[in-house]
C-alpha cells in the first residue's frame, strides 16, 4: 500500500469519526430544542463583530450562547463575552478547523435547554472548515466586500458545504468598489439557488433582515420538528 493511499485512509477514517459525533449532537441540539448556528469565513470577514451584533440584538427576545474557535488566544471569546451572553473559547492549537468532539467537549457543563440560539464561530480558514460537520442546523458563509469578488469562484467547497452567504462590511462597499452583482452571480455559479444577505456589523445596515432571516429559519425547524413528533406519536 503506498503511503498516499494510506494517507486518504486515514484522513477518511478521521471524517467517519467526525460524522458519528456530529449526528449525535444534532439530535441533541433538537432534543434540546435549541437552534444551532456556525460561521465560516476566512481570517478577519467579520465573524466576530457580526455574532458581537447578534448576540446584543437577539438577547432581548431568545436565549443566546456562542462558542468560538481558534488556533491561539481567547480575545474573541473576550469580545463575545462583553454581550454577557454564555461563551466559551475553544483553542485549537494547530488545526484549522473546528471538529464536532471539540464542540460537544466545550459543551460540557452547559445546560443546552437553556437555549434558544447556539452560535459557532469556526476558525477562520476557507478551506479546511468545510468538511467537518458540527451538527449545526444553519451554516453562514461570509464574504467580506475587502477579499474581492472571486473567493467563490476560488473556494467553491466552502460555498457549497453552507446554507447561506452573508456579505460583510457592506459600509466599505463603495471606496472599494465592491460589485454585487458579480459576487452575487460567481455565488450562484458555485452553489445556485443559494440566498444572499448583505450586511454591515459596523453601521448595522442589513442587519435586521439578516435577524428576521435567522428567527424565521428558527421558527420553520422547530415547526417541521413538531409536525415530525406529532406524526411519530399518531403513528399506531
Ligand atoms: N468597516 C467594517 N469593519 C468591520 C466590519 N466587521 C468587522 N470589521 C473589522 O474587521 C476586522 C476583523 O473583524 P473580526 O470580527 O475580528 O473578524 P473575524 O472573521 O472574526 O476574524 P478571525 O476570527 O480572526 O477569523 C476588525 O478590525 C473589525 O473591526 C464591518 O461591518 N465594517
Ligand atoms: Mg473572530
Same mark, same amino acid.
Given at each position: 500500500?503506498?503511503?498516499? *493511499? ?85 483553542? &485549537? ?63 467553491? *467547497? ?64 422547530? &415547526? ?13
Amino acid at each position: 500500500m503506498s503511503s498516499g *493511499t494510506r494517507i486518504i485512509e486515514v484522513r477518511q477514517n478521521l471524517l467517519k469519526q467526525n460524522d458519528v459525533v456530529a449526528r449525535a449532537l444534532r439530535q441533541r441540539f433538537r432534543d434540546a430544542g435549541v437552534f444551532v448556528v456556525s460561521l465560516v469565513s476566512s481570517p478577519g470577514s467579520g465573524k466576530t463583530m457580526l455574532l458581537e451584533k447578534t448576540l446584543g440584538l437577539l438577547q432581548p427576545e431568545f436565549r443566546v450562547a456562542a462558542l468560538v474557535g481558534d488556533l491561539a488566544t481567547e480575545n474573541d471569546a473576550a469580545r463575545l463575552a462583553r454581550s454577557h451572553a454564555p461563551v466559551k473559547q475553544i483553542i &485549537t492549537g494547530t488545526v484549522c478547523h473546528l471538529e464536532a468532539a471539540m464542540v460537544q467537549q466545550a459543551l460540557e457543563g452547559w445546560n443546552l435547554e437553556d437555549l434558544d440560539f447556539l452560535f459557532i464561530e469556526n476558525v477562520g480558514n476557507l478551506v479546511c472548515p468545510s468538511s467537518y460537520d458540527l451538527g449545526e442546523d444553519l451554516r453562514l458563509v461570509l464574504m467580506s466586500v475587502t477579499e474581492g469578488e472571486d473567493k467563490p469562484l476560488k473556494y467553491p *467547497t466552502i460555498f457549497n458545504s453552507s446554507d447561506v452567504a452573508v456579505i460583510t462590511k457592506m459600509d466599505l462597499s463603495a471606496p472599494v468598489e465592491f460589485d454585487a452583482a458579480t459576487a452575487a452571480r460567481n455565488i450562484q455559479a458555485v452553489r445556485p439557488g443559494m440566498e444572499i444577505l448583505h450586511v454591515s456589523a459596523k453601521s448595522a445596515s442589513g442587519t435586521e433582515s439578516y435577524l428576521e432571516f435567522l428567527r424565521s429559519r428558527r421558527a420553520s425547524i422547530r &415547526t417541521s420538528q413538531a409536525l415530525e413528533k406529532n406524526s411519530l406519536i399518531a403513528r399506531p
